[in-house]
Structure formats: C-alpha cells, structure tokens
C-alpha cells in the first residue's frame, strides 16, 4: 500500500513531517520527523537530516482500535488519546481540534516520548478526511484478511 506523507515546514524550525503507511502485520505505522532546517530564500523546510536521528524521529504503531479512534474524532471533530509503553519509552499519542485564526477548524496531531520529544503536525479538514478515508482503507485491508 502506499504511503500517506505530509509535510508541514515553518520558518520558526518547528515543523514536522509525518507518514502512515500499512504495515504486514496488519497495523498501522507513524513516523514523524522533526524538522531539520529553513531555507529563508526557498521557503522551504528540510527534514532528511533529522530521519535517522532517534531523539529526532519516532515511529509508532497503531491497531485497528486506535484507528477507528482517529476516524471517529475526525467524523465527530473531537479528540482521541493513546499511550504506548515500549521498552524504556512511554508515548503519547493525542489526535485533537484547534482553531485556527479566523475560527476556522482544523486538527493537530501531538506524538510526545518520555515528556520531553515533540512531534507536532497541524493537520487541514481536507488532509483529515484524507487521513481517514486512508484509515478505513487500512482496517478494510486488514480485516479481509481474515475472511
């Protein structure tokens, strides 16, 4: 299955870049990167560098439950929470509304490790019902296997 990125760079450094992807197993796989650098003159962000730096990157792994989560807040414009424990590091995972200026809606994904790693990516309603249509496609995947 394809990967699903988004990329949101921004001219303070604080951006992040995100990618779903399906995995074998059936679960769904996030990996987000911090950003690494802005290029005043381009406009543009760079996140390569900071792919395999481990306190820059994170990938986490989500179960069917988890994404049926995602796809309700996003049908219901509210919130949906995890937290996964693997090995020495404790992750929050919050999929949330916000408001943007003007009132418009929007979403933001928060991936926090052990409290101290961010990985923040603001999301549009137009990428959310990407996300989700993505989502479903995944469970739908997963569960015919099973038939």
């Known amino acids: ?12 450094n604080e951006g992040c870049a995100c990618s ?7 679960n769904v796989y996030i990996n987000a990167v911090q950003q690494f650098s802005w290029d005043e003159n ?17 990938a986490i792994k989500l179960n069917n439950f988890e994404c ?10 509210s919130e949906f929470n995890a937290f996964h424990s693997y090995e020495d590091n404790k992750t929050s995972i919050k999929f949330s509304t916000w408001e943007k200026s003007g009132g418009i809606p929007a ?3 928060s991936i926090t490790r052990n409290g101290a790693d961010k990985f923040k990516l603001p999301i549009e ?6 996300i989700m249509i993505f989502l479903e496609r995944c469970i739908l995947i997963d569960l015919s296997k099973d038939a």
């Open 125 to 130: 309603t137009s990428e959310a019902e990407v």
């Open 42 to 58: 381009k406009k543009t962000g760079s996140f390569a560098e900071n792919a395999k730096n481990k306190e820059k990157s994170i």
């Open 1 to 12: 299955m394809k990967i699903l990125s988004i990329y949101k760079p921004n001219k303070k």
């Open 20 to 26: 779903f992807s399906l995995g074998n197993d059936g």
């Open 107 to 109: 979403f933001g994904l």
């Open 68 to 77: 049926g989560g995602i796809i309700r807040a996003i049908r219901t414009f």
